[in-house]
C-alpha cells in the first residue's frame, strides 16, 4: 500500500453559502470568446487550497507536509457519493404494453432511474464478429469498447452520475450494481452570469472587452462537497472558486465512509478505478486518456471524451533582455487537461506497479500533486 494512503486524514463539509464559480481549465478571454465554461466539481487544488488558508502561516517552512483527497459529494444522510464509473451501463426492459415507438432501443437520456440492472462495456471482437467487417479503426490504439449482447426488449440507458461508495465497492468487487436508488443524477443547478462592461459616459457596450459570460453552479438544498485533510481545523468560513463566493467548513466527527475510502486497498487484478483527476503522460511533457508505458498492459479504456488539449507547449521565444548580454529563453505553459474522475481501465496483463495515474518524474509540481492524492486509483 501506498504509504501516503496511512496518513491519517479528517473529513470537512464545504456547504456552500451562495453560489460557487469555477472556470474550466481552458485559457479564456473575453476578446477571442465570450463564453467562460464552468466545471464542478472543483479541481483538488482549489479545495485544497481553500482549506489551507485557515491555518497559519510559516514563510520559513516551505515543505510540502499536508495531504488531501476530494473533493466528493454528501447528501442529507452523509452518503459518500462518487463519479460513477465510465464503463458502467444501465439496461432497461419495455413495457408489454407499448409499442416499439414508444420506448426506443437506447433510451440515452433516460435519467429516471427506472432501469432493470447494470451491466459493462467489452472489447469488440473486431475479428471474429462479423459486425465489424465494414468498419475500420487505428490499430495502433485500444480496440473499442462497446456494449454486451441484449436480450429481446431489451434497451440500453446511461446510469446517473453519481453513485454511492457501497455501490462503488461492490462495482469493485466484480459485481455490478443493482439499486437504482444507489445512483442520482448531478445534484446541482446551473445559473448564468452575464457580465457587461458600458462605455464611459454613453449607453453603448465597449466594442472590446464589453461582454461576457460565466456559468455559476448552485447546489442543491441538503447537498455538500466533502474533502479530507491532514490537519485538524475548527469550524470557519473560506472563500472557495471565483468572485469570493464562500463555504462553511465544518468538521465531520463521525464519517466512517472516508475512512473507508482511504484504507481501500484492491488485488491490483483486472481493472482499475480513477477517484481523483489524474495525468497521464504519453510522452515528455504532452499527456493523454492513458500513458503509454500502459499499452501493452491494457485490454481497454473507457473515459468520457478525448483530450484535446493539455500539456506543456514545446515553442520557446526569445527575450532581449535590455541592458544585459545576451538573452534569456522562456517556454510557454498551457494548462494541462486531466483524465476525468470515473474512468476505467482494464488489464490483459500485470498492472502497473502504480497507485496514481501520474507521470513518474516531474519534479515540485509533481510532488505537489502526489501530495493532493491526484490520479488515485482504486483497484478490483
Excluded at 467562460?36 to 487544488?45: E, H
Excluded at 454486451?148 to 446517473?160: N, S, T, V
Excluded at 472590446?208 to 455559476?216: I, L, Q
Aim: proline residues 8%; negative net charge; contains cysteine.
Amino acid at each position: 500500500m501506498d504509504k501516503r494512503s496511512l496518513v491519517k486524514m479528517y473529513w470537512y463539509a464545504l456547504d456552500p453559502l451562495d453560489v460557487l464559480l469555477f472556470r474550466e481549465a481552458k485559457p479564456f478571454s473575453p476578446e477571442d470568446g465570450s463564453w467562460a465554461k464552468g466545471q464542478f466539481p472543483p479541481s483538488p487544488s482549489t479545495v485544497f487550497q481553500a482549506l489551507r488558508s485557515t491555518l497559519p502561516t510559516v514563510k520559513q517552512n516551505k515543505q510540502r507536509n499536508l495531504q488531501f483527497l476530494g473533493c466528493f459529494l454528501v447528501d442529507s444522510n452523509d452518503n459518500l457519493y462518487l463519479p460513477t464509473p465510465k464503463d458502467l451501463i444501465a439496461v432497461g426492459i419495455k413495457s408489454n404494453n407499448c409499442d416499439d415507438e414508444d420506448t426506443p432501443e437506447d433510451d440515452y437520456d433516460n435519467k429516471d432511474g427506472t432501469w432493470h440492472h447494470t451491466d459493462r462495456l467489452i472489447q469488440a471482437d473486431t475479428e471474429n464478429d462479423p459486425s465489424w467487417q465494414y468498419l475500420c479503426f487505428d490499430h495502433t490504439v485500444l480496440p473499442p469498447m462497446v456494449a454486451p449482447k441484449l436480450h429481446q426488449g431489451e434497451f440500453i440507458c446511461r446510469p446517473q452520475s453519481w453513485i454511492k461508495w457501497s455501490a462503488l465497492q461492490t462495482y469493485l468487487q466484480g459485481n455490478n450494481p443493482t439499486n437504482p436508488d444507489d445512483f442520482t443524477a448531478d445534484p446541482w443547478d446551473v445559473q448564468i452570469l452575464p457580465h457587461t462592461h458600458m462605455e464611459t459616459g454613453s449607453r453603448q457596450v465597449r466594442d472590446a472587452d464589453g461582454y461576457f459570460t460565466e456559468v455559476a453552479i448552485r447546489l442543491k438544498p441538503s447537498w455538500r462537497l466533502v474533502a479530507g485533510l491532514s490537519v485538524s481545523i475548527e469550524s470557519t468560513v473560506v472563500r472557495l472558486g471565483g468572485e469570493s463566493h464562500r463555504v462553511l467548513v465544518t468538521p465531520l466527527t463521525n464519517f466512517p465512509q472516508g475512512n473507508q475510502l482511504i484504507n481501500y486497498q484492491g488485488s491490483k487484478h483486472d481493472f482499475a478505478y480513477l477517484l481523483t483527476p489524474g495525468l497521464a503522460e504519453i510522452e515528455p511533457s504532452l499527456y493523454g486518456v492513458y500513458p503509454n508505458s500502459w499499452h501493452n498492459s491494457l485490454k481497454g479504456c473507457v473515459c468520457d471524451r478525448p483530450l484535446l488539449y493539455g500539456g506543456v507547449s514545446q515553442i520557446k521565444r526569445k527575450l532581449t533582455m535590455t541592458g544585459q548580454k545576451g538573452e534569456s529563453e522562456f517556454a510557454l505553459l498551457p494548462q494541462r487537461a486531466y483524465v476525468p474522475a470515473g474512468t476505467v481501465y482494464l488489464f490483459k496483463e500485470k498492472p502497473p506497479n502504480s497507485e496514481h495515474l501520474l507521470p513518474v518524474s516531474g519534479g515540485d509540481w509533481l510532488t505537489t500533486l502526489q501530495q493532493l492524492n491526484y490520479g488515485k486509483l482504486l483497484w478490483s
